[in-house]
């Protein structure tokens, strides 16, 4: 059996068995989230074959260090640190920049490729096999991994045996097992042990962190006595602290303190420490998942700010995982307890926030009111260092909601009157991510408003603060594509590329500036890799088939016009592709059909409209592709080229004096092919001369 494969049994140790029985010496890893949260069994995966990896390839470890850092900063005594940026760095109560869960998938990305590098170097005869177990009991972002892998490993070279019970798997997992073989397992009998008592079962759960699956070990612990079980959960916990990663803290750890003999105290801490770590790494999921868990153990009126800490960062983490209604109502569950204008400031900044960037329709009108909400509270703080800096804050949120209404003018000064503010106020050092913030939203608009100097100059100083953000790169290089300054453009994408780790978006961006420069080789490479990743990405499977079809590879066009078509039925331009692949092979009715299926969903498309004309031009229909290449023109405004075509169908069409005026006019216009039009317009007067 070489195929990827899934084994589902009931029982730990009867999965195990099966793996054993099934793969050669796979590196077996348990998943189960309670153990250390996020990444459980990625961890592991990485702990085996990071020390060999550095020894023979240290560029590999090299080009994906972030990533294999981010999530498990404790793998750094294998391979050193990753580089720091201003967010990595700054307090906690700084922190004014998030990453939502395609941050975090980037990363999962980054580790994918270095295990399939990893696999494809060991050059071993039977593949490189990973067993993940408890898959069904892995935190979302492992899950996630799995899936990914699962669908990017050749199992030839990297076998994939995802192990679990018939429970629930997230809905991209299950997608990506659709086609794996199944290997169900039977239920064997629990072995015969010593006579144990229900506390000596129950000391065995918890001392496996409540992962155990033998239902003897449940029952003993259930009908423990509850303050037995809380003693044993405290002496776990405290076994646990002495080595504690954070990936334990944020699994094993919270978990104990909040069954443990004191839930709303040591338990609230350890929560509220963990769900601290997963907001400022971007585990969204996990931030969730942890403040409920710490908003059920919390008195809101011993703790208020603990509360509305859970409450917060749990409505804001709602978001990226597609959870809209939950965040909205979290935080109006804020505003009907608490009376506090600080809760009531920033909890009505995050509401404008939901409705100016994420709620479908957006509603920017009601996000400025409560935006203006946040914005006054903040204008009456009685602290002059919280006014100041919380001043500032809401100004650059209101700001980027004034951006939404279209009021860019307005937009800019609220920002530059915060960048004013602070730099008068503090010194260099303090408060310096949100500064970098305020400045970032600057250059933003600064391009907005057609001032890509000044745009390009805050960039530079950006990347010159914090080097290893690399939106920066991407930003500025954006800026030098405007500008035609290609060299500067590839050589921001080249050094993102190098820093980052693997974002779609920018191998995109790499992508289709190296097609403008005629680097199709290089193009062709950043596309094939965005769609190894995500194959679903629109943007890059167009651009991908419109370059296989430009330079002539018409197969692979068409293979990738099919596959997009599966994957978005019905979508315009992949239809247009379809027929201009078609049209190019001189399969004239079939390129009509797809023309006329794009047509069907926008009759004014451009690119469907000028390609169906030369189908009709070809097939002797030229009064037809007259009319589809005056609908373009009336779509796009005067264009030479289609006038040329156009001129041509008059001239076919024998009307030489209509002809003749779409040849003058189109060469009154810039980049026209002036030598052919000439050409045209001496046999359009040879024509009317006979």
Known sequence: MTGHLRIVGDRREDRLRAIA?????????????????????????????????????????EDHRVALLYGMPELAHLIGP??????????????????????????????????????????????????????????????????????????????????????????????????????????????????????????????????????????????????????????????????????????????????????????????????????ATGFSAAVVDLGLRGRGLTDPRSHEHDYWEFTREAAAACIPVGRLEQSMELYQSLLRRFTDPKIHMMTSYAIAMLHTRFLKPRDHELAVQWQHNAVSIAGILPDPAERLTYSVFHDNGLALVEMHRGNLHHALALVESCITRLDERLDDDQWALHRSQLLYNRARLLVALGRPDEAHADYTRLVDIDPYYTDYLSERARISRDRGDFDAALAD?????????????????????????????????????????????????????????????????????????????????????????????????????????????????????????????????????????????????????????????????????LALKDFDQALTLPDADTTELQEQRRLCTASSAR
């Open 82 to 279: 990753p580089p720091r940026t201003l967010a990595d760095d700054a307090p906690y109560e700084e922190r004014t920049r998030f990453f939502g869960a395609g941050w975090v998938r980037c990363m999962s990305q980054g580790i994918v490729g270095f295990l399939l590098e990893y696999a494809r170097r060991i050059h071993s005869d039977t593949a490189f096999e990973i067993a993940f177990e408890e898959a069904h009991a892995a935190e979302a972002t492992t899950q996630e991994l799995i899936a990914l892998l699962l669908r990017r490993a050749d199992p030839r070279r990297l076998r994939v045996v995802v192990s679990a019970t018939r429970g629930t798997l997230s809905e991209e997992l299950q997608g990506a097992l659709a086609d794996v073989t199944v290997l169900p397992v039977p239920r064997t009998p629990e072995q015969l042990v010593e006579d144990r008592s229900p506390g000596d079962w129950a000391a065995v759960h918890v001392e496996g962190d409540c992962t155990d699956d033998d239902p003897r070990a449940l029952d003993g612990y259930q009908r423990t006595d509850p303050r037995t079980r809380a003693r044993l959960h405290d002496r776990r916990a405290d076994s646990l602290e002495r080595t504690a990663t954070w990936g334990i803290r944020m699994g094993a750890i919270a978990h104990h303190r909040e069954h443990g003999s004191d839930p709303a105290g040591a338990g609230r801490a350890a929560l509220l420490a963990a769900q601290r770590h997963a907001v």
């Open 21 to 61: 029985a099934h793969t050669g010496k796979a590196l077996v890893v348990r998943c189960h989230q309670r153990l250390r949260g996020p990444y459980t069994g990625v961890d592991t995966v990485l702990r085996a074959v990071l020390p060999e990896a550095y020894r023979r390839w240290p560029d590999l470890v």
């Open 493 to 657: 994408y080249d050094r993102a590329v190098r820093l980052a780790p693997p974002f779609p978006e920018l191998y995109y961006n790499r992508g289709t500036a190296r097609a403008q420069v005629g680097d199709h080789r290089g193009a062709l490479g950043d596309f094939t890799l965005v769609l190894e990743m995500e194959p679903r990405d629109l943007d890059t499977r167009i651009a991908r088939a419109e370059l296989l079809l430009e330079t002539g590879d018409l197969d692979a066009a068409e293979t990738d016009t099919a596959t997009g078509l599966r994957l978005h039925p019905g979508e315009l331009q992949l239809l247009c592709l379809s027929g201009t692949v078609l049209l190019q092979r001189d399969q004239l009715d079939r390129a009509l059909a797809a023309f006329d299926g794009a047509l069907a969903k926008d009759p004014r498309y451009p690119a469907a409209l000028i390609n169906r004309a030369v189908v009709h031009f070809q097939q002797s229909r030229p009064e037809m592709a007259v009319a589809d290449l005056t609908a373009a023109l009336e779509a796009v405004g005067d264009d030479p080229d289609i006038l040329l075509n156009r001129g041509i169908a008059h001239l076919a069409a024998d009307r030489p004096d």
